[in-house]
């Protein structure tokens, strides 16, 4: 145990913590009204509100946020940016096998879109197109992983399977076994600025944003809707809600997700002797492929960001910020980062932090509408969103506009997950789930009983 590592660590994101950070907008105070008001200023309130004024720029758009712009999840992630929209190949394939062929093609178009608009309006924040390696630790993991490349290259997805050989030319540490590098498929971010930059660009465009205005109501209002906050109302023809983890103001929706609290450290700087002595020149995200995974990425200023493996839901999933700390998964993770890296003994760690994740049974988001399809939502993202809430903001945009676009013909933008059955039996089932997949990592990635009928029933939890 390498307990100094985390002496003067520093309980807060380390993203968030940016000296350049914008200055807090206004709350809403009165009455407005406006053709769209879009909820949450994370990454999918923003992705609609920006889509919207480039689909029609006379529409007056409004955006609330209960916080600050980019402070729950879109501020907190490790900053990969997945083209995957269904949470990875395999789950993907196993769930849309049909159609996964257009959705790999509508992710990578996603994808591609992201970097588009970055340098059009010359967002700064730290984009690397360099993608993103999963590696195999045991060694029952490096046949799957090579069959899983197999299936992917199948259906034409750019991904290449690395012996250990090659996977020690890449990234050196002892516990990497094999690998498999899909080279464009993902870019890195710095998620923060990427949150702050979209929201200056939505307001270039003429959106208002106001923060610290929560959306407390939901109601009908002739022909279009109601959305009362503390300090005043908007009227509006059309809501876009983008409240992910939050509870959602269309009721009926909530069972779908349940919040999971990550946990992530960053190091300080690595020297350029730290830095020889892993490899990892060509910056791939990486990630290992147990159920109960980590990932990781180096930073601009040559920092590592180590998060995962524990994913931990509290009775009841209320959105208590008591949770985001937790001392026993930060001495696992620096255990398991010094395991991962012997040869950086004596790295200091320098921000702790946790959030929460909106998961779904399917691990990938799901789309809707609701009161008569002036209201639309997207939510389950399950910790792969960053580029998947882009989609999701088209998504919401088709919805509204009631255009049927080759999105929302597909069977995922059109099927719902399976529910999460209501407490005391959640939490059991959750914590049977972490602790069987727990086991099934230490016994040879062999499924036990409950899981083989959680994937009969369509449960996601493969990961």
Same mark, same amino acid.
């Given at each position: 145990?390498?307990?100094?590592?985390?002496?003067?660590?520093?309980?807060?994101?380390?993203?968030?913590?940016?000296?350049?950070?914008?200055?807090?907008?206004?709350?809403?105070?009165?009455?407005?009204?406006?053709?769209?008001?879009?909820?949450?200023?994370?990454?999918?309130?923003?992705?609609?509100?920006?889509?919207?004024?480039?689909?029609?720029?006379?529409?007056?758009?409004?955006?609330?946020?209960?916080?600050?712009?980019?402070?729950?999840?879109?501020?907190?992630?490790?900053?990969?940016?997945?083209?995957?929209?269904?949470?990875?190949?395999?789950?993907?394939?196993?769930?849309?096998?049909?159609?996964?062929?257009?959705?790999?093609?509508?992710?990578?178009?996603?994808?591609?879109?992201?970097?588009?608009?970055?340098?059009?309006?010359?967002?700064?924040?730290?984009?690397?197109?360099?993608?993103?390696?999963?590696?195999?630790?045991?060694?029952?993991?490096?046949?799957?992983?090579?069959?899983?490349?197999?299936?992917?290259?199948?259906?034409?997805?750019?991904?290449?399977?690395?012996?250990?050989?090659?996977?020690?030319?890449?990234?050196?540490?002892?516990?990497?076994?094999?690998?498999?590098?899909?080279?464009?498929?993902?870019?890195?971010?710095?998620?923060?600025?990427?949150?702050?930059?979209?929201?200056?660009?939505?307001?270039?465009?003429?959106?208002?944003?106001?923060?610290?205005?929560?959306?407390?109501?939901?109601?009908?209002?002739?022909?279009?809707?109601?959305?009362?906050?503390?300090?005043?109302?908007?009227?509006?023809?059309?809501?876009?809600?983008?409240?992910?983890?939050?509870?959602?103001?269309?009721?009926?929706?909530?069972?779908?997700?349940?919040?999971?609290?990550?946990?992530?450290?960053?190091?300080?700087?690595?020297?350029?002797?730290?830095?020889?002595?892993?490899?990892?020149?060509?910056?791939?995200?990486?990630?290992?492929?147990?159920?109960?995974?980590?990932?990781?990425?180096?930073?601009?200023?040559?920092?590592?960001?180590?998060?995962?493996?524990?994913?931990?839901?509290?009775?009841?999933?209320?959105?208590?910020?008591?949770?985001?700390?937790?001392?026993?998964?930060?001495?696992?993770?620096?255990?398991?980062?010094?395991?991962?890296?012997?040869?950086?003994?004596?790295?200091?760690?320098?921000?702790?932090?946790?959030? *929460?994740?909106?998961?779904? =049974? $399917?691990? %990938?988001?799901?789309?809707?509408? /609701?009161? !008569? #399809? +002036?209201?639309?939502?997207?939510?389950?993202?399950?910790?792969?969103?960053?580029?998947?809430?882009?989609?999701?903001?088209?998504?919401?945009?088709?919805?509204?506009?009631?255009?049927?676009?080759?999105?929302?013909?597909?069977?995922?933008?059109?099927?719902?997950?399976?529910?999460?059955?209501?407490?005391?039996?959640?939490? *059991?089932?959750?914590?049977? =789930? $972490?602790? %069987?997949?727990?086991?099934?990592? /230490?016994? !040879? #990635? +062999?499924?036990?009983?409950?899981?083989?009928?959680?994937?009969?029933?369509?449960?996601?939890?493969?990961?």
């Amino acid at each position: 145990m390498n307990r100094q590592s985390l002496t003067d660590v520093s309980y807060s994101t380390y993203w968030l913590s940016d000296p350049g950070r914008p200055a807090v907008r206004g709350p809403l105070t009165g009455e407005l009204s406006t053709d769209l008001v879009v909820i949450g200023g994370g990454y999918t309130g923003l992705w609609t509100a920006i889509i919207a004024k480039e689909r029609d720029p006379q529409r007056d758009v409004v955006l609330i946020e209960g916080g600050r712009i980019g402070h729950a999840a879109s501020g907190r992630n490790g900053g990969f940016v997945a083209a995957s929209l269904t949470h990875g190949f395999a789950n993907g394939h196993s769930r849309w096998p049909e159609e996964i062929a257009t959705l790999e093609q509508l992710g990578l178009e996603n994808l591609q879109g992201i970097e588009d608009t970055i340098n059009r309006y010359g967002i700064d924040c730290d984009w690397e197109r360099t993608g993103a390696l999963d590696v195999a630790t045991e060694p029952h993991e490096v046949e799957a992983l090579r069959q899983g490349v197999e299936l992917a290259r199948s259906q034409g997805v750019d991904v290449e399977f690395m012996d250990h050989a090659a996977v020690q030319a890449e990234v050196r540490s002892p516990r990497f076994l094999a690998g498999a590098w899909d080279r464009t498929g993902t870019a890195m971010v710095n998620p923060a600025k990427l949150a702050w930059g979209l929201a200056e660009v939505a307001e270039r465009l003429g959106v208002h944003i106001f923060e610290g205005t929560f959306a407390n109501g939901l109601a009908r209002d002739g022909a279009g809707m109601l959305v009362e906050t503390p300090l005043g109302r908007v009227r509006a023809r059309h809501v876009a809600l983008g409240t992910n983890v939050y509870p959602s103001l269309v009721k009926r929706t909530r069972l779908y997700t349940i919040p999971v609290w990550d946990y992530a450290l960053m190091t300080e700087p690595l020297s350029a002797a730290q830095r020889d002595a892993i490899g990892w020149q060509n910056r791939q995200g990486l990630g290992d492929s147990g159920n109960q995974f980590h990932y990781f990425r180096q930073t601009a200023d040559h920092r590592i960001l180590w998060g995962g493996y524990d994913a931990i839901y509290h009775y009841g999933g209320k959105m208590d910020l008591s949770h985001e700390h937790r001392q026993e998964t930060y001495h696992r993770l620096s255990d398991h980062f010094f395991d991962t890296f012997p040869q950086l003994d004596g790295l200091r760690f320098t921000n702790a932090w946790g959030g *929460a994740i909106d998961t779904c =049974t $399917r691990f %990938s988001a799901f789309f809707g509408s /609701a009161y !008569g #399809g +002036r209201v639309a939502y997207a939510a389950g993202y399950t910790g792969l969103g960053v580029a998947a809430t882009r989609f999701g903001a088209d998504v919401m945009l088709d919805l509204l506009s009631g255009e049927r676009t080759k999105r929302t013909a597909t069977r995922m933008v059109r099927s719902k997950p399976l529910p999460f059955p209501p407490e005391p039996v959640r939490w *059991a089932g959750v914590e049977l =789930t $972490r602790r %069987s997949l727990a086991h099934a990592d /230490a016994n !040879g #990635g +062999r499924r036990n009983l409950w899981l083989k009928a959680m994937d009969k029933v369509g449960f996601g939890f493969d990961s």
